[in-house]
């Protein structure tokens, strides 16, 4: 059972419009919440991360929006690119974050 | 700095055969974990270490060994493969252990094949 939940599998958005990736996750004890941008053939990278200290936490045309009583958080991507095509995971993790635990992951294809 | 490096980048493996898979950082980092990669399944923990000396088990570690005898060296050892055990493999550094939240910093990743 994946403690961590994300949807949609995959998403197709036409350049210069809005991706929205969504997560749920079940353990309270998560306090670390980044998101990882992975392309093909290379291994993810932190794209931009969120403590439940702050609800939203922007870094240029990415957000993080966070609903702790929710236990969920989402990734905004604005004005999106066609070099933002890519798979996106969202994750969570307790205490300084080295066990991550990830959603099954979100394939991006923003049409030009 | 190389950053993570993971050899082979591919490896073709029949049923019962054992081997290893390697990783490599140059940037003094204490953790380093493996992760497999399924599609659907997002990155599954397998193994981790916070220093040299030190390992312990994530969520699926059956099948896998790991020993940690230098800081930069963090091997996976498949004992006999399995087809489930086809996947691709991640290893992954960060700075420490302490209070704070530290970066996950992956390698590029071993493609594994089991027949």
């Known amino acids: 059972q994946q403690q961590v939940k994300q949807s949609p599998q995959s998403l197709i958005v036409q350049k210069g419009g809005i991706s929205i990736i969504n997560c749920a996750y079940e353990n309270t004890a998560f306090d670390y919440f980044p998101w990882y941008q992975q392309f093909p053939g290379k291994g993810p990278a932190l794209l931009i991360a969120i403590r439940p200290d702050v609800s939203e936490k922007k870094e240029g045309r990415f957000t993080i929006s966070f609903n702790k009583s929710a236990k969920q958080f989402s990734l905004h991507i604005m004005d999106s690119q066609p070099g933002d095509s890519a798979t996106y995971f969202c994750a969570a993790a307790s205490g300084a974050g080295n066990k991550l635990t990830f959603g099954g992951g979100t394939r991006v294809l923003v049409k030009p | ?115």
């Open chain 2, 1 to 115: 700095n190389a950053g993570v490096t993971q050899t082979p980048k591919f490896q073709v493996l029949k049923t019962g055969q054992s081997m290893t898979l390697q990783c490599a950082q140059d940037m003094n980092h204490e953790y380093m974990s493996w992760y497999r990669q399924d599609p659907g399944m997002g990155l599954r923990l397998i193994h981790y270490s916070v220093g040299a000396g030190i390992t312990d088990q994530g969520e699926v570690p059956n099948g896998y060994n790991v020993s940690r005898s230098t800081t930069e060296d963090f091997p996976l050892r498949l004992l006999s493969a399995a087809p489930s055990q086809t996947s691709v493999y991640f290893c992954a550094s960060s700075y420490g252990t302490g209070t704070g939240v530290y970066e996950q910093y992956f390698g590029p990743g071993t493609r594994l094949t089991v027949t």
